[in-house]
């Protein structure tokens, strides 16, 4: 199991989900461990290649739900007592089975939103996107805040909070919260104390993955990642995967 100390720069943390089952045994009873699972939403039915951020209207494909059900499955035996999603429909509809197996009302949290973006609604495909039009260039002068949207030390702050109020609600038992990958690439990188900048190519944040976080008391002692759907994931939507013309797409998640 990483922390935040010792997190390495982008590797899977394969032994997580068995640390993490013998950590909750070794301090059974203890109130004080609680468990929040940052989860990115299913595959979104997105043939066009929109960047769609926070434009209303994008649901989960039929694929997208298979991967919300898997997780869903893999989360049942879980001591899940809290599950919060963003506002938009393709996280709304990967929580609501979760929230079902638990017998939950799904509750919503505004700061768990994609980040703003200024190319939201353009398309981007294999050599004929919105980054190769020359108006668009001005947006990239600055990978650091970043020029083209929302700086990263804002999602770190939302993120945390939202983080924070869901440890506060399911304190010494589990909470599901679904998000989009970069805000939940972002503070992660945040809590492994790594850069904030990077490649999106060679984010750790799979569609339906998980990105655990293990509280003691009011402070994160680990960070896990886990794919329990990872084979109903396209290999051309994994971490690392090139674009690949003609191939559906997950923009804007």
């Not at 720069?9 to 032994?15: L, M, S, T, V």
């Not at 059900?69 to 709304?92: F, G, K, N, Y």
Request: charged fraction near 25%; include cysteine; hydrophobic fraction near 40%.
């Amino acid at each position: 199991m990483t922390t935040p100390e010792n997190a390495p720069e982008n590797a899977p943390d394969k032994a997580f989900e068995d640390d993490l089952e013998d950590a909750l045994a070794n301090t059974s009873g203890n109130k004080d461990l609680t468990v929040v699972h940052l989860m990115r939403h299913g595959e979104v039915h997105n043939p066009d290649g929109v960047l769609y951020g926070r434009l209303d209207g994008y649901h989960l494909s039929e694929l997208g739900r298979q991967m919300a059900d898997r997780v869903a499955e893999h989360l049942a035996s879980r001591d899940v007592t809290h599950v919060v999603a963003s506002p938009l429909e393709r996280a709304q509809e990967t929580a609501t089975p979760i929230a079902k197996a638990h017998g939950l009302d799904l509750a919503t949290d505004g700061r768990l939103l994609e980040a703003e973006n200024v190319f939201q609604g353009k398309t981007f495909g294999v050599g004929d996107g919105a980054l190769r039009r020359p108006e668009n260039w001005k947006h990239l002068v600055n990978p650091f805040k970043p020029s083209w949207g929302e700086p990263y030390v804002d999602q770190v702050v939302r993120m945390m909070g939202a983080l924070d109020a869901a440890k506060d609600a399911a304190r010494g038992r589990e909470a599901v919260l679904v998000s989009h990958q970069l805000p939940i690439w972002i503070v992660r990188s945040y809590v492994e104390r790594r850069r904030l900048w990077h490649d999106p190519r060679k984010r750790q944040c799979t569609l339906a993955s998980l990105t655990t976080f293990t509280y003691q008391g009011d402070r994160i002692v680990s960070v896990g990642y886990s794919e329990p759907a990872i084979d109903l994931v396209p290999a051309h939507l994994r971490a690392g995967a090139k674009p690949v013309q003609g191939k559906s797409k997950a923009f804007g998640a």
